[in-house]
């Protein structure tokens, strides 16, 4: 989100005009030697976007840049994010990274910092089209929810046939990243796809419906309850964070039912890979939200040096910074990490 954008004799006016382009020439060089970076985050208190300030301040000071950032009061504030880019873009922005509230409708603000000379570089969520920035760093998400669904579907084995399956989504906007780990989840355990970039159009009778989280532990609790008033014998859930599954998990908990289902996520943020541990969460994709930020200040550092953009990852219309599937209950054919090696690592 980064938004975020003479009256004297002529010996006089000569010593006028010198010293004013002394005073200049230091802030020049300084804005060409310390580039300004703006870090725009949906909000300022998960802790998934904590890591992302840390990995961008802590590049920002050894590179020498200098970084400003931003967040919205809420997820989804996208006025909030929308004053930031225009305050970046006023101040001298060399580049901005920003994971978008509202992807498709930031498309116009965003264009305009691109216009002005700015670098606008998506982190974790794209934009809505991809192409509206300059590049985007991110997980893999669909493969992120691939990877649980397939790990799911051995986990059940035969009776994957006759699972009885729930997700617990974002929100009823359908952005970009609840699109992809909800539709790669589906793949990954075997459900045919109507159309990949929609939510909530399969056929697929063993899918007993989807509910808003808005990526939180209460908006989990409370969808899980909606879905259980749906089909009590649902016994396979899909979440599109780890706080959603934790809440989840307390609604199954007080029905009795917390060691009927299997629960799957995507972050690996260190809460909820200690959720693996405990057996809360069955499976999870873990993500690199601090190398996401420490990339984009490079490729801001390097633009601002050379005017060079970053470029995609072979195959792909992002930069892959990689996902790992985090379990301790291992299927063969299907890598993956214990909690132990995860907590290692959560979100680095």
Not at 169 to 183: F, G, K
Request: charged share 20%.
């Amino acid at each position: 989100m980064a938004t975020g954008y003479r009256l004297l004799t002529s010996t006089l006016i000569t010593s006028a005009v010198l010293a004013a382009s002394l005073a200049v020439l230091p802030s020049a060089v300084s804005a060409q030697d310390k580039p300004l970076i703006g870090l725009i985050t949906k909000t300022n208190t998960n802790p998934f976007f904590v890591k992302m300030r840390e990995g961008a301040e802590q590049k920002a000071a050894e590179l020498g840049a200098d970084l400003r950032s931003f967040a919205g009061k809420y997820d989804g504030d996208n006025e909030a994010q929308i004053e930031a880019i225009e305050s970046l873009v006023a101040a001298g922005a060399a580049g901005i990274l920003i994971t978008p509230s509202d992807p498709a409708g930031l498309a116009d603000t965003v264009r305009r910092a691109r216009e002005a000379g700015v670098l606008v570089i998506a982190l974790d969520t794209p934009f809505d089209p991809p192409e509206a920035a300059d590049a985007t760093f991110a997980t893999d998400n669909f493969k992120a929810g691939e990877l649980i669904g397939q790990w799911a579907k051995a986990k059940l084995g035969d009776a994957a046939t006759e699972a009885k399956i729930a997700t617990l989504d974002l929100s009823e906007a359908q952005i970009t990243v609840d699109v992809l780990r909800n539709q790669g989840f589906l793949k990954g355990f075997g459900v045919d796809l109507a159309d990949p970039d929609k939510m909530y159009d399969e056929s697929d009778p063993r899918i007993v419906g989807g509910d808003s989280t808005l990526g939180s532990e209460e908006g989990g609790r409370t969808a899980m309850e909606n879905l259980l008033q749906v089909d009590p014998g649902i016994n396979v859930i899909h979440t599109i964070n780890e706080p959603a599954a934790a809440g989840a998990y307390e609604a199954l908990k007080s029905f009795g039912k917390e060691n009927d289902v299997l629960v799957v996520s995507v972050d690996g943020g260190c809460p909820g890979v200690q959720n693996v541990a405990e057996g809360v969460i069955g499976a999870t994709s873990m993500q690199f939200p601090l190398l996401m930020a420490s990339m984009g200040v490079e490729a801001v550092v390097e633009y601002a040096k050379t005017g060079e953009k970053p470029k995609a990852t072979e195959g792909l219309n992002f930069t892959d910074t990689g996902v790992e599937l985090v379990t301790d209950q291992p299927v063969d054919g299907l890598p993956s990490i214990t909690s132990e090696e995860a907590l290692k690592r959560c979100w680095g």
